[in-house]
């Protein structure tokens, strides 16, 4: 993700990606450049599965650029943020140490009917399994819902958001929990199935798009001078 935060040409680096993943990790290392390639995701309708940080980085994309949030942040990132949308645990502000501060383990979560993680999972109840001392930050839940960020999974008593999604896109999801910790070579997550299936959808969809434009091309290229005498033809020229 370095890469992408100083290279003039990084939107056309990440073209040919069939789909776009941010995993988990601690620190801002790299995280202009994840904000970049999510942006690249939600703009140009590319899969893009956000786990645990790629979550909290999703948010602060749509935060800052859909809902107008100049500042948006992390205050593990900035503790000054103008508008921390990810912030430590509630019960843990105050606690700087980094021993015994995170959210460990199996946790229930409540999906919204209908949505895409609900789909996915084909249940409406799930648990799963996490590792981590940043949430996000739920002030700022009706303000990006307004904007049409979905918030598809909470835990049971809505203090934690678990998933979010976006619903005009072909597969845009985030997750606080890591998948990974359930998941078996033999017996992959259902969350990585969809998205490789949705990663295989858009090769597709790309191969077949680029298969059309050079067809119409050669057949401008092949008819053009008939195509123009024609036309100045049926305006009476």
């Known amino acids: 993700s370095e890469d992408l935060m100083d290279d003039p ?13 941010v995993p988990g990790g601690f620190g801002k290392r790299g995280i202009a450049g994840m904000l970049r390639a999510i942006s690249f995701a939600r703009r140009e309708q590319t899969p893009y ?7 909290q980085c999703a948010t602060i994309e749509y935060a800052r650029h859909v809902a107008g949030l ?37 946790y229930p979560c409540r999906l919204q009917p209908g949505s895409l993680a609900a789909r996915i999972y084909g249940a409406t109840e799930i648990s799963e399994r996490h590792r981590h001392r940043y949430e996000f930050n739920p002030r ?9 960020l979905v918030f598809s999974g909470k835990s049971p008593d809505g203090k934690f958001i678990e998933i ?12 606080q929990f890591h998948p990974e910790f359930k998941s078996k070579p033999l017996d992959p997550h259902p ?34 001078e008939d195509h123009g005498w024609k036309l100045g033809a049926s305006t009476g020229e």
């Not at 205050?75 to 019960?91: N, Q, W």
């Open 164 to 175: 979010v999604e976006l619903p005009d896109h072909p597969w845009f999801l985030g997750c």
């Open 70 to 106: 100049d500042g948006a942040d992390s205050t593990e990132f900035d503790d000054d943020a103008t508008h921390p949308v990810i912030f430590k645990l509630r019960d843990l502000i105050g606690v700087e140490a980094m021993g015994g501060t995170m959210r460990l383990g199996a």
């Open 49 to 55: 599965f956000g786990i645990c940080l790629g979550m």
């Open 191 to 224: 969350l990585f199935v969809s998205f490789i299936r949705a990663a295989h959808e858009h090769r597709v969809r790309d191969e077949a798009s680029s298969d059309h434009n050079e067809n119409n091309q050669a057949a401008r290229e092949a008819g053009g």
């Open 9 to 21: 040409n990084w939107e056309d680096r990440l073209r040919d990606f069939d789909a776009i993943l």
């Open 140 to 148: 700022f839940e009706d303000e990006l819902g307004g904007h049409g």
